[in-house]
Nanobody, 117 residues
Framework: QVQLVESGGGLVQPGGPLRHSCAAC????????MGWYRQAPGKQRELVAT???????NYAESVKGRFTISRDNAKNTVYLQMNSLKPEDTAVYYC???????????WGQGTQVTVSS
């Protein structure tokens, strides 16, 4: 029922920026903690960043200082600004919505981000 539509993935050169977006078709968007996860080939899915309803953020150590998560509750959208990209950032990135009132989580379809020269 809930849809998370991701956009902004693609091919980018090392060191370059990329902005990833997730538009959430969700009622009561402000009730959800939003996040980004990624899964690289041969590796488990890992947390990239989360942002609470009040704007508190959390980042994986590997992306801290390079990535920024933000949200626009009026647009039901969460963003991931990725700077200083490295080949190690290559992965499928997934948007996540976690309801803070009830135990429910939803996932986007996943988009490929490839960092290569």
């Amino acid at each position: 029922q809930v849809q998370l539509v991701e956009s902004g993935g693609g091919l980018v050169q090392p060191g370059g920026p990329l902005r990833h977006s997730c538009a959430a078709c969700i009622s009561m968007f402000s009730f959800y903690t939003m996040g980004w996860y990624r899964q690289a080939p041969g590796k488990q899915r890992e947390l990239v960043a989360t942002i609470t309803t009040s704007g508190r953020t959390n980042y994986a150590e590997s992306v801290k200082g390079r990535f920024t998560i933000s949200r626009d509750n009026a647009k039901n959208t969460v963003y991931l600004q990725m700077n200083s990209l490295k080949p190690e950032d290559t992965a499928v990135y997934y948007c996540n919505a976690d309801n803070i009132i009830v135990t429910r989580s939803y996932w986007g379809q996943g988009t490929q981000v490839t960092v290569s020269s």
